[in-house]
């Protein structure tokens, strides 16, 4: 399968643990996204890529968030200290940019790891 | 006020009915407009991209009116695989980048 993949799918934590997200897009993807969403909600950004850089944080993002693509490939999600009103999927999506670095349209969105934090 | 606003629903309609959604965006700026699609569970998939002069696909037209900022999706002779959620995404300027926001989706119910 050359789909976005997410590991784990499920995490069930305690609060105040550090939990850690992996994201493998799309080979030939240069952009890479996390969302996160909530019941009822629709995904909300969190931060993107392009290759290796991080281009975007959401200011919604705390500094218990961060996020890594060390060599342009994976991705890592890490949020420390987890509380209860972290629970939510967490979406990863990747997408080609085209030779103008324009963005072509469509994201591909791995099923996404849902964190329930207790 | 929301970036992307839509109606969540649910819509809930018979098989072969004509149903329409609407979304609105805060930002004159945007560029780029899209509808996805979202099974229970499942992750978001693109349904259409939004031209400015309207476009069509099979039972599926989406609109932009740049004017009054909103987009819409008709469906037309709706099937009950249709049922789903219909998320709008609109590409908004954030410092010097354009990030791909969506609204919360708007729920649609098809019942034989």
């Known amino acids: 399968d050359t789909g976005v993949s997410q590991d784990p799918r499920h995490k069930i934590t305690k609060r105040g643990q550090n939990v850690t997200f992996r994201c493998d897009p799309i080979s030939e993807h240069n952009r890479l996204y996390w969302y996160r969403q909530t019941l009822g909600q629709g995904p909300e950004f969190l931060t993107y890529f392009q290759n290796e850089a991080q281009l975007e944080k959401s200011r919604l993002l705390s500094d218990r968030f961060s996020a890594e693509r060390p060599k342009g490939s994976f991705s890592t999600l890490e949020i420390q200290r987890t509380e209860q009103g972290d629970s939510a999927m967490y979406l990863c999506?990747?997408?080609?940019?085209?030779?103008?670095?324009?963005?072509?349209?469509?994201?591909?969105f791995g099923e996404g790891s849902r964190l329930t934090v207790l | 006020r929301k970036e992307v606003e839509q109606d969540p629903g649910p819509f809930n309609v018979p098989e072969g009915a004509t149903v329409a959604f609407n979304c609105t965006y805060s930002?004159?700026?945007?560029?780029?407009f899209f509808w996805y699609r979202q099974d229970c569970r499942k992750e978001p998939k693109l349904l259409m991209s939004v031209y400015s002069s309207g476009n069509e696909d099979g039972r599926f037209t989406a609109q932009l009116n740049r004017a009054s900022q909103y987009i819409s999706l008709l469906i037309r002779d709706s099937k009950l695989s249709d049922s789903a959620t219909y998320l709008c995404?609109?590409?908004?300027?954030?410092?010097?980048?354009?990030?791909?926001?969506f609204g919360r989706g708007t729920s649609l119910i098809v019942h034989p």
């Open positions: 995404v609109v590409r908004l300027a954030s410092g010097g980048s354009y990030i791909p926001t």
């Open positions: 999506a990747s997408s080609q940019a085209g030779p103008d670095l324009r963005f072509t349209g469509e994201l591909f």
């Open positions: 930002n004159s700026a945007s560029q780029s």
